[in-house]
Every structure is written in structure tokens, then in C-alpha cells.
């Protein structure tokens, strides 16, 4: 597509209810990211994949969050048990990484426009 | 841990003057990144800054990079009314790309 695409726009649930967020990278971008924003604050970073591989999880914050990607492409954000102060934007975004001479190169970083979650 | 600091927080500033925007970071960084967001939409990536001593421009905006001082700083030159929005800077940590972002600068240009 042409950038990245997330699904739903705006979800509302009732606390206790699972939810699943999915995104649509940029085709044939390998690095796919989860970040969460509050209202006036930064992103957060939750995880990061490399095709299919979950490199880096260390943000998300308890074990009722998890994610996958499992063909490489498309990512699911999965909330279980949702309570109210999972309440937030939750934004995906993916980079065409490469690797060129033993370093990391330059790359920009795609942002999605993102999925309101709310929880009531 | 890395730690990402912006100043100002919020900025008024009258169209047509100068100024910047100040992004400080706490640890060894592979890149800096700074974005652009407008209210409710995403963010729109404005510059990656790889090296010590980078300089990027695009039109009215500037940003530059000091990895000595773990500094990097966004120049605004003549403001017009549409450079309105909240810019973040953004370092990464070793070579999975996770960035940690500031809290944003609001930037308001008055007419």
C-alpha cells in the first residue's frame, strides 16, 4: 500500500473484553514497530519485529499485551482483558531496513495513523 | 537507559522570526530522528540525522546533530503560520531501531 494502514480507526470496549488491533506495513518494509501514544506525550515503544521474527519486546507492558507477525507482513496487537488504562492511541509503523558495509544505513521510519483505543 | 529531553515544551512565536528547538539525549545514540505531528493525524518524518556534525534542511526548517554533547537542534528560520504542529525528537539504541522519543515541542506560529 502506500503507507501504513491500521485497523480499526477508533475501537471502543468494555473493560475485560480482548481487542485486536492490526496493522498493514508499507509493502516490502521488513521492520515493523508497535508504539503507544498519550494524549500529549511521545510514543512509547512496545515491540519490534524483523520479517517475522519478534526482535524486541521489552515495551509492552504486562503479559496481557502480546503481538505477532507471522508471515512477515501483517501485525496483530492483541490486548487481553482490557482495562481502562490501556485507554490510548496505539501506532504502528515499519522502515525499510538495511545493512551496508557492517553498519546500520540511513532509514526513515513510517508512521501509521495509528488506532484510538478506548476502554470503558 | 536512554532518556530523550526537548525544550521548550510549547513555543509562541510571531511569523517571520527565528528560532530553535533543543533536543538533548542521555546515552550513545546510532541516529536522531525528528517528526512532525499535527493535531489527530501521524507522524510525518522530517529528518534522520546519522553522524556527528550532520546538517539537514528543508525549506524554513534546519536540524543538525552534536553526538559529543548528545545534542541535536531543529532551526526555524522566518516561521510561517504553517510550521504549527508539535515536533518530536526521537534517538534509537543499538541497532533494532527502537526509538525513544521527547515529550514534543508545540510549536504556535502567530500571524
Known amino acids: 500500500g502506500a503507507g501504513v494502514s491500521q485497523s480499526p480507526r477508533y475501537k471502543v470496549t468494555k473493560r475485560g473484553q480482548d481487542v485486536a488491533l492490526r496493522c498493514d506495513p508499507i509493502s516490502g518494509h521488513v521492520s515493523l514497530y508497535w508504539y503507544r501514544q498519550a494524549l500529549g506525550q511521545g510514543p512509547e515503544f512496545l515491540t519490534y519485529f524483523n520479517y517475522e521474527a519478534q526482535q524486541d519486546k521489552s515495551g509492552l507492558p504486562n503479559d496481557r499485551f502480546s503481538a505477532e507477525r507471522p508471515e512477515g507482513s501483517i501485525s496483530t496487537l492483541t490486548i487481553q482483558r482490557t482495562e481502562q488504562r490501556d485507554s490510548a492511541m496505539y501506532r504502528c509503523?515499519?522502515?525499510?531496513?538495511?545493512?551496508?558495509?557492517?553498519?546500520?544505513?540511513?532509514?526513515?521510519?513510517?508512521f501509521g495513523e495509528g488506532s484510538w483505543l478506548t476502554v470503558v | 537507559e536512554l532518556k530523550v529531553e526537548q525544550n521548550p515544551l510549547f513555543l509562541s512565536m510571531q511569523e517571520g522570526k527565528n528560532y530553535t528547538i533543543y533536543c538533548n539525549y542521555s546515552t550513545t545514540s546510532d541516529r536522531l530522528y525528528w517528526y512532525r505531528q499535527d493535531p489527530g493525524k501521524s507522524l510525518e518524518s522530517l529528518f534522520v540525522l546519522l553522524s556527528n556534525g550532520a546538517v539537514k534542511q528543508e525549506g524554513r526548517l534546519m536540524a543538525s546533530l552534536d553526538t559529543k554533547a548528545r545534542l541535536s537542534t531543529l532551526h526555524i528560520t522566518a516561521a510561517v503560520h504553517d510550521l504549527s504542529a508539535t515536533y518530536f525528537c526521537a534517538a534509537n539504541t543499538g541497532t533494532a531501531s527502537k526509538l525513544t522519543f521527547g515529550t514534543g515541542t508545540r510549536l504556535q506560529v502567530t500571524l
Open positions: 509503523a515499519s522502515s525499510p531496513t538495511w545493512f551496508i558495509f557492517g553498519t546500520w544505513a540511513g532509514n526513515t521510519i513510517y
